[in-house]
Nanobody
């Protein structure tokens, strides 16, 4: 089993910045993909950014140029630096981890979600 713990949400004014952290903890695991999703009230959960172990990163168009996803593979931790925040970025942000047991060849059999962290941007 993998536990996914997010932190770093909060209230910020438009134009401000926040940094979210996501730590994945488990015994004898490997992680292939770590990413962030968000869900605003009344809307479906949507992808924000995701990074593969290779370093390839995909960003949603809405956040390109403003958000930066990084990973510390040794610590199984991902960071989402969010700059120039807008009111439309207000949502609960969830970390998603694709993982497997360390003897797996593909390292992506399972997916786990964190509990979510609230980001509120005031205009």
């Amino acid at each position: 089993q993998v536990q996914v713990l997010e932190s770093g949400g909060g209230l910020v004014q438009a134009g401000g910045s926040l940094r979210l952290s996501c730590a994945a903890a488990g015994d004898s695991i490997c992680i292939s993909e770590m990413g962030w999703y968000r869900q605003a009230p009344g809307k479906e959960r949507e992808l924000v950014a995701t990074m593969y172990t290779s370093g390839y990163t995909h960003y949603a168009d809405a956040v390109k140029g403003r958000f930066t996803l990084s990973r510390d593979n040794a610590k199984n931790t991902a960071y989402l630096q969010m700059n120039n925040l807008r009111s439309e970025d207000t949502a609960v942000y969830y970390c998603n981890v694709h993982w497997d047991y360390s003897d797996s060849a593909v390292c992506t059999s399972f997916g786990s979600w964190g509990q979510g962290t609230q980001v509120t941007v005031s205009s």
